[in-house]
């Protein structure tokens, strides 16, 4: 199975400054069509999951552009620009290169 | 406007079963590959089974693989988890996905006895 790893944050990130989360694949996301196949979740407090990225960098629908994704083969950061209070929460990578699809630990994003 | 909603979660004691549905709505479901995933209590995700929009292919987490079945009925907008043999570590809320863009708010399991 892919093992995915994620980094902490220097919490509490003050509002306004950036934040940037890591995650690294045991094995390259890349799939045989060239796409790299690496998700970004938030889950805010008490609720469900949202997909913020996919394909590494690409924004899903009505996620705002100060989330941008990035990254190759078994290295990936979501980067959070000028966070605000509604960024909080845990952010999760997910590999959907191969089954069993597997998620990382998650990262806890605290805004002060 | 997209809804999956889940039902059929409770108490039960370990080696009984369980089966939760999930009903969609607002968009094609025929067309879509359905998820099961979970979230064991003050936990992380962990993805445990998807079947293709035409039930051709099913994948499954190596915990759950020969005790939890997925199914999916097109013409009811309705997918299905079948889980067996329970145990403790299957405590959890359990969120049915649509290709990971739309989840429900999920449906809490709890084995104990």
């Known amino acids: 199975d892919i093992v995915m790893t994620q980094g902490a944050l220097p919490n509490p990130v003050p509002s306004g400054e950036s934040a940037s989360i890591t995650c690294r694949s045991s094995k390259s996301l890349v799939y045989k069509d ?31 552009e100060r989330f941008s994704g990035s990254g190759s083969g078994t290295y990936f950061t979501l980067k959070i620009s000028r966070v605000r209070a509604e960024d909080a929460g845990v952010y999760y990578c997910q590999q959907v290169r191969e089954y069993p699809l597997t ?10 | 406007e997209v809804q999956l909603v889940e039902s059929g979660g ?68 309705t997918l299905y988890l079948e889980m067996n043999s329970l145990r403790s570590e299957d405590t959890a809320m359990y969120y049915c996905a649509n290709a990971f863009t739309d989840w429900g708010q999920g449906v809490m399991v709890t084995v104990s006895s």
Request: include cysteine; proline fraction near 4%; aromatic fraction near 14%.
């Open chain 1, 34 to 64: 060239g796409k790299t196949y690496l998700n970004w979740f938030l889950q805010r407090p008490g609720q469900s999951p949202q997909l913020l990225t996919y394909w590494t960098s690409t924004r899903a629908s009505g996620v705002s």
């Open chain 1, 103 to 112: 998620f990382g630990s998650g990262t806890k994003l605290e805004i002060k």
């Open chain 2, 10 to 77: 409770g108490l039960v004691k370990p080696g009984s079963s369980l089966k939760l549905s999930c009903v969609a709505s607002g968009f094609t479901f025929s067309s879509y590959g359905m998820h099961w995933i979970r979230q064991a209590p003050k936990k992380g995700l962990e993805w445990i089974a998807l079947i293709y929009y035409d039930s051709s292919n099913k994948y499954y987490a190596d915990s759950v693989k020969g005790r939890f079945t997925i199914s999916r009925d097109n013409s009811k907008n």
